[in-house]
């Protein structure tokens, strides 16, 4: 059976489409609340607080891990994909990804530290073997895992006139 898992925010429950109707949290959740959600095999992962993580295997009847802190707390997470099977943790300051061993690995995008902003992170998508990351207002960092790469590929890298520029990036 497949389900739809819908977060609410972390300050109300979430909610779950079994294909018939929506259901509240279920009740092995004593924490009910979530951010964000983001399935990478037989996983679901959840933002548990606006800094730390927490995953399941079976979200209906198991119990969820311990909340695992990403970085530092003061930076909120405002992402999390699924790229190439890996988990992908965006923050409004740097992107991290959890290896299949389930180490985090850290700071994938160095550049973010310096363009913190509360967008960044929002709208990340996973295409075409890379990730996208917008970035402050007018910046888009692609990460290629496989190269091991980072790419300022945002209008900041190529408008001429970029004080003209007064929209803001998103993947």
């Not at 009910?32 to 209906?60: H, M, Q, W």
């Not at 970035?135 to 945002?154: H, W």
Request: hydrophobic share 35%.
């Amino acid at each position: 059976t497949t389900y739809l898992w819908l977060a609410c925010g972390l300050t109300r429950s979430y909610w779950y489409w079994d294909g018939t109707t929506f259901k509240k949290a279920p009740q092995a959740d004593p924490d009910d609340k979530a951010g964000l959600f983001c399935r990478i095999g037989a996983k679901l992962y959840k933002t548990e607080t606006a800094s730390a993580i927490a995953s399941v295997t079976n979200p209906l009847s198991g119990t969820w891990a311990a909340p695992t802190t990403v970085d530092d707390s003061v930076y909120n997470i405002t992402a999390l994909v699924r790229h190439l099977e890996l988990l992908y943790i965006i923050k409004e300051n740097c992107a991290y990804y959890l290896s299949s061993t389930d180490v985090l690995v850290p700071d994938i995008i160095p550049q973010l530290r310096s363009m913190y902003n509360t967008a960044t992170g929002k709208n990340t998508i996973s295409w075409n073997g890379s990730v996208y990351v917008p970035a402050s207002d007018q910046s888009l960092e692609e990460y290629n895992l496989l190269a091991g790469n980072v790419n300022s590929v945002g209008p900041n890298e190529y408008a001429e006139r970029l004080a003209d520029f007064g929209g803001q990036v998103v993947a």
